[in-house]
């Protein structure tokens, strides 16, 4: 009899237990009704994203936005880590891990793109986008997504354009105020034989080379000078390195959004569409971060030292005029081009439009 109790004791001990358990998943299913219950055993995928700017930079600002939108849309199933001042390499760099597989995002400026995809060539012709309206109307349009959709061929993705800015001259030397004072000057230009053409015909001596090299080759006079947006003078502190900007507004930049197509194929329609949605929203934050400062950057460039020189409308069609030819020979379908026939004249199209449009 007492053997008996003891079991029957030890068997109600057990069933108490088990009922225990159930209410405690029970109590998780009704806490899961008020909220979507987190998927503690769903591997969280992590996206690491790399730029060249610093953190500073509006364009590091856009990314943390976009990082902050995927995670909170993916409700934490994506991570993302934000790698900025070039730790993970330079554009080139970072575009080829892209291709490997080995990093999920970057955002280089669209001239060293020529290596990967040539058409991309067609946004370094000097003096295309005559302001940033005409440059958001084609690049947000059709002839702008036809050449994102050149990207898959080369295991990229193209999200969305962003904005690097107009490029301007600045060099340690002196003040450029004309063709003739280009003479000689050794400007570091991007990767890409359009710019390095462009330098040649107004008389400067150009050397192709990353931007992660840059400073240091200003500070060690390996070159005289470079070109890049206000925005990237003042945030990558060239000032220290330079004394003179030429407002020569000579190219419009624009950066892509690009992620691996290894990652973007491994996820969800749901997930590439937040992808896209938060590189749209980031891109007209990022857009308008820059354009609202740059009045600013000027003069913050103007205190720490620099002296500004603006170009005159005389000078600005002199340098069309002498860059122009430097484009031409880039431009058909032959394998030494780099522009198709189909796109510039789309693009010219585009422009056109725009122009009309914004009188
Ligand atoms: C930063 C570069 C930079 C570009 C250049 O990664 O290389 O001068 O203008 O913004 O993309």
Redesign the pocket.
């Known amino acids: 009899m007492k053997k008996f109790l003891t079991i029957m004791l030890i068997l109600s001990f057990i069933l108490l237990a088990l009922a225990g358990c159930s209410s405690s998943t029970k109590t998780n299913v009704d806490a899961g009704n008020a909220q979507v219950p987190e998927k503690k055993d769903a591997k969280v995928r992590t996206i690491r994203a790399g ?3 610093t953190e500073t930079h509006p ?1 590091y600002k856009a990314l943390i936005k976009w990082k902050q939108l995927v995670e909170e849309k993916t409700k934490g199933a994506i991570k993302v880590e934000a790698y900025p001042s ?1 730790q993970m390499g ?2 080139r760099t970072m575009t080829e891990n892209l291709q490997m597989g080995t990093l999920e995002v970057t955002i ?2 669209t ?2 793109m020529v290596n990967f995809v040539k058409d991309f060539a067609v946004y370094d012709i000097p003096f295309l986008f005559a302001n940033s309206k005409v440059a958001d109307a084609v690049l947000d349009g059709p002839v702008g997504q036809q050449l994102l959709d050149e990207l898959p061929a080369a295991n990229l993705v193209g999200l969305a354009y962003w904005e ?1 800015g107009f ?1 301007n001259l600045t060099n340690s030397k002196h003040p450029v105020a004309s063709v003739d004072d280009f003479k000689g000057l050794k400007i570091r230009t ?1 990767e890409n034989k359009i710019h390095l053409e462009v330098f040649r015909s107004l008389g400067a001596n150009p050397t192709p080379m ?3 090299e ?1 400073f240091t080759a200003l500070q060690q006079g390996t070159v005289d000078g ?4 206000l925005v ?1 003078i003042y945030n990558s502190k060239f000032y220290e390195v330079q004394k003179y900007v030429s407002m020569t507004n000579h190219v419009y ?1 624009p ?1 892509v959004f690009l992620m691996s197509k290894k990652f973007w194929d491994a996820s969800t329609p749901e997930e590439q569409k937040i992808f896209v949605d938060a590189a749209k929203e980031a891109r007209d934050y990022e857009r308008k971060l820059i354009r609202d400062g740059n009045d600013q950057y000027r003069q913050d460039l103007i205190d720490k030292g620099m002296k500004f020189t603006d170009i005159t409308p005389e000078v600005h069609q002199q340098l069309v005029e002498k860059s122009s030819p430097a484009v031409e020979k880039f431009i058909g379908d032959g394998a030494d081009k780099l522009i198709s026939t189909d796109i510039y004249n789309k693009v010219k199209a585009a422009v056109k439009e725009a122009e009309a449009q914004n009188k």
């Open positions: 730029i060249g700017l364009e070039g330079d554009d280089p400026s001239a060293p690097n490029r991007m990353a931007f992660t840059l470079q070109e890049n947006p990237t930049s950066f």
